[in-house]
């Protein structure tokens, strides 16, 4: 049998003016629960709490403050680069030889509409679980030694905040599939 602890505070006895000041010092950034019943039911016994000192607050002393959240910087990735990604699956990316599950033709729209359907297609495509997607941008009007502007865009628009956190890697198009003006992108499993 185990003996229950002695308190300096006998049942029904007045709470005297130190306890009192106590208690609201405890109680002062406690919000209060007016419009619930917090009484407990009468058949449920209360549950018995270990008999601790209460921890002496100062309130001269600021709380320190919190610690900045650190995010999570993803690495920008370039063509063929693959970081987090096994050998064999970044040579079967780029080599053509993974399924493409979706497709994207971005020719003949402006930048911005191109950028915005850019991010919907990838994001619906790894809400959907999928795996490798085909974008394909064209190889631009501006000749051999100057790349289009989509085909410079879209790299960089890989790389940015709403669309890098879905992907693993992309790589130049096999030119079965657009080569030079289309990209396989390795979207990550979803967890």
């Not at 308190?7 to 010092?25: F, H, M, N, S, V």
């Not at 209460?54 to 320190?64: E, F, G």
């Not at 990735?77 to 399924?99: C, I, Y």
């Not at 890989?158 to 890098?164: C, F, I, M, S, V």
């Amino acid at each position: 049998m185990t003996e229950t602890p002695k308190t300096d505070r006998a049942p029904g006895r007045p709470i005297d003016e130190e306890e009192a000041r106590l208690w609201q010092q405890a109680m002062r950034d406690v919000d209060t629960l007016a419009d619930r019943d917090v009484t407990q039911p009468e058949d449920r016994p209360a549950a018995k709490q270990p008999n601790r000192p209460s921890p002496v607050r100062r309130p001269s002393t600021p709380a320190p403050a919190p610690a900045p959240a650190r995010s999570r910087t993803l690495p920008d990735l370039s063509h063929g680069a693959a970081p987090g990604v096994d050998k064999r699956t970044a040579m079967r990316l780029k080599r053509g030889q993974m399924e493409i599950d979706r497709r994207i033709d971005l020719h003949g729209l402006t930048q911005d509409e191109a950028h915005r359907d850019l991010i919907s297609f990838i994001r619906g495509a790894a809400d959907a679980g999928r795996r490798c997607v085909l974008v394909i941008t064209g190889k631009g009007s501006r000749g051999a030694e100057e790349p289009g502007i989509l085909r410079s865009a879209v790299p960089n628009w890989l790389n940015g905040p709403d669309l890098r956190p879905h992907i693993l890697s992309f790589s130049h198009a096999a030119p079965k599939d657009g080569g030079h003006g289309a990209l396989y992108v390795l979207l990550r499993r979803r967890r």
